[in-house]
């Protein structure tokens, strides 16, 4: 059970909020990879099956990291030369398949200028998760990162928001999810933390835009400038 921290969020409906920790997905919110995993898997697929899968068969099995989202497609024994393969494969095609989207890492800039908490919450393995910002060099933007290795509960479960929360000492009022997908606006609503809907790349996009979302952006620059306005 997450713990309430006052004030609540209906308490605050109405006044413009001051947020001092923001919390970004990666895939589809700061960086344009979706292609990549899904050609990354694929990769796989067809070497280990013969065949490959839809994008929508594919986020059918994210939830867990990599290496648990691939044992629909292999068996635990292969799991840890699959892993090797993906990785590599992954790696190789980084500069290829996958984009930072333009405005995000003036975004990042001003946040750290302004100080304010930045952590990332994100569905991906470790090992992705650090070649994507080693490559678009965002490790000094992130203060806190959680990844799918790093959590029991994968997203939707709020277990990734909650340790932000207790990392940094803030109430839930404090805190802005930024993502693009179901289990980004579903995490966020368990944590009781707003949730800032992206969809210049939701691969689910209609789905998200059925929720009950705070707050919705299409793209970068009106997300940027309205953020701007909405932090201590």
């Known amino acids: 059970m997450i713990r309430s921290r006052l004030p609540s969020l209906r308490k605050l409906r109405g006044k413009k909020p001051k947020f001092k920790c923001v ?114 060099a965002l490790m000094p933007y992130f203060e806190y990162v959680v990844t799918g290795n790093d959590v029991v509960n994968h997203k939707p479960d709020p277990e990734g928001i909650q340790k932000i929360l207790d990392h940094f000492s803030l109430r839930e009022d404090e805190v802005l999810m930024v993502g693009d997908s179901v289990g980004d606006v579903k995490a966020a609503r368990e944590a009781g933390v707003r949730v800032a809907v992206v969809l210049w790349d939701s691969y689910t996009k209609e789905k998200v835009l059925q929720m009950k979302t705070d707050y919705a952006f299409h793209t970068v620059a009106d997300f940027s400038a309205w953020l701007r306005d909405r932090v201590d």
């Not at 700061?30 to 994008?55: R, V």
């Not at 892993?83 to 790696?91: C, F, S």
């Open 23 to 136: 919390i970004f997905d990666m895939d589809g919110t700061l960086t344009e990879t979706n292609q990549l995993i899904f050609d990354s898997f694929n990769f796989i697929a067809m070497k280990y099956k013969g065949k490959t899968y839809s994008p929508s068969e594919i986020v059918a099995m994210f939830g867990p990291p990599e290496e648990g989202a691939l044992l629909d497609i292999v068996t635990e024994e292969q799991i840890e030369q699959v892993m090797k393969e993906y990785l590599a494969y992954y790696r190789r095609h980084h500069k290829e398949l996958a984009r930072l989207y333009p405005g995000i890492l003036d975004l990042l800039r001003f946040l750290r200028r302004r100080k304010v908490h930045c952590a990332l919450f994100t569905g991906k393995g470790i090992h992705t998760a650090t070649i994507t910002m080693q490559a678009f």
